[in-house]
């Protein structure tokens, strides 16, 4: 028997749970910490690590006294965190600035310069992540940063992802050359891959921008899977959260990929981290290109199989917005929803609220809705918004199943789908095949999985999953519901590619607004 933590940095707090080899979760604690943006730049999203630092301090100690266990008992700790999200540090690993969350969107600019030199260049690299370089991800925000902070730039060492920094800082790293890199959180957001021998060339980054002379150097270290260990926590660290100093920290990853290994995902899945947005992973033994996901990458999620990634901009993002500017909370908004039948709003909605992140792979689309009525309420539009991401995520699984991703099991995950037995019923009518939800909380049993192989406690992230993974709850699909949303998904899908492709070829529209009418008259009746 172990006792081990396992730690998931979110957008907006840090959740700590204590997890027992044989009895399972023991508690969760969780101390928020504040997300900086400006009303004056939507694109601007940043956070700091001291305040992250604290707040793990906070929800370890917390936890802690709430369940009684004593930390010198607890034997490793785990963490996954939100990514892309970038932070440039000096010399002896201090921030030069706040990261650049996952959902900061300056880089637009440096992100369709990238990928235009990408594809003139025929670079591997940009195929095996869909062929667009994001400007969610990495390499995009690093640019920016640079661009715009001449006087730091001499100071400049390296940059690290979230998940990177933490295990460095609890290890009491202070060269970044000994920093341990996630392959996780590279091979998706930095074009890292074995493949081609890591990183792009310097050369082709030099051709990026200058500022990025030498910089592949400066990106270095150990690139490694989770079941190897980052460092042990330092003395400083461990004083500070109430622990046992020397403990292992594995490599840490994307608290998406974690939370999918949490969920028990296993090869032929697929799993929809729902959340603020919706990460979307797979695993394959092998697998080939996918045109517009996120990257395919050996070793990410599972270090024996290969992760596919995809997702949505905005998920719960969409319906707290929503919401919002009713003036209620989802919470109250959603109350009696469940009463909705398929189609019956007559309204058709794009989720692209924060752009698409697959597979178009545009920042710039925005959320569109079609039927709007006189009477159309906030309350219709939610339910469309939930259709609207079933819709979109169905888009996602076929597109990897046409390229060989395996979608044997479609897994909902994430805190949403724990809350919103609606939204999980429609995606199972959407997808015309039963969705599973665990029946519990699965966020943090992931980065608790990794910290019970990192203690030597089990021998593969399968052994573990067997022991800790919750049973599910099984939504399937009503063939009624089906039908409807098989009418409702081929007008989706005719309007997301017209509008949201540049160069779409014409299209013609003309059908989507009376269809959408009869289809609701149909369902009220």
Known sequence: MAIVAGVDFGTLSVRVTLL??????????????????????PDFATQSHDEQMKALVRATRKVLEETGVDGQQVA??????????????????????????????????????????????????????????????????????????????????????????????????????????????????????????????QEFLSKVDPLFDGIREKLGGEYLTSDHIAGHLSDFWAAEMGLKAGIPIPVGAFDAHWDAIGAGCKEGDVVNVVGTSTCIIAMAKTAELVPGVCGVVPGSVDPALTGIEAGLSATGDIFEAIARRAGVKVRELAQGIEAYKAGQTGLLRLSWDNGDRTVLVNPELGGVTFGWNLLTTAQDELYAAIEGTAFHTRIILERMAEHGVPV???????????????????????L???????????????????????AGVFP????????????FKTYTPESGAVAVYEQLYQLYRSAYFALGTPDAEALPLGKILPELRRIAAIARN
């Open 76 to 201: 490793a700790i785990a963490l996954d965190t939100t990514g892309s999200s970038v932070i440039p540090v000096d010399a002896h690993m201090q921030p030069l600035n706040d990261y650049y969350l996952w959902c900061d969107h300056r880089a637009l600019e440096e992100a369709r310069h990238i990928t235009a030199l990408a594809r003139a260049e025929k670079l591997e690299a940009i195929e095996w992540c869909g062929n667009v370089y994001s400007h969610e991800w990495g390499f995009a925000k690093l640019l920016h940063w640079l661009k715009h902070n001449p006087d730091r730039r001499d100071q400049f060492a390296t940059a690290l992802e979230h998940c990177d920094m933490v295990a460095a800082t609890l290890t009491g790293v202070t060269d970044p050359k000994l920093v341990k890199r996630s392959i996780c959180a590279m091979g998706h957001k930095w074009m890292w891959n074995p493949k081609w021998g890591g990183l792009p060339s």
């Open 432 to 454: 015309g095949k039963p969705v599973l939800v665990p029946d519990g909380t699965p966020t943090s049993l992931g980065s608790g999985i990794f910290a019970l192989l990192s």
């Open 20 to 41: 027992d080899s044989e009895k399972g979760r023991l508690g969760t604690a969780s101390s928020e910490y504040p997300l900086n943006r400006k009303r004056e730049d």
């Open 460 to 471: 593969s992230v399968q052994a573990a999953q067997e022991k800790i993974c919750l049973p």
């Open 408 to 430: 044997e099991r479609v897994i909902n995950a994430g805190g949403i789908p724990q809350n919103n037995l609606v939204l999980n019923q429609i995606y199972a009518d959407v």
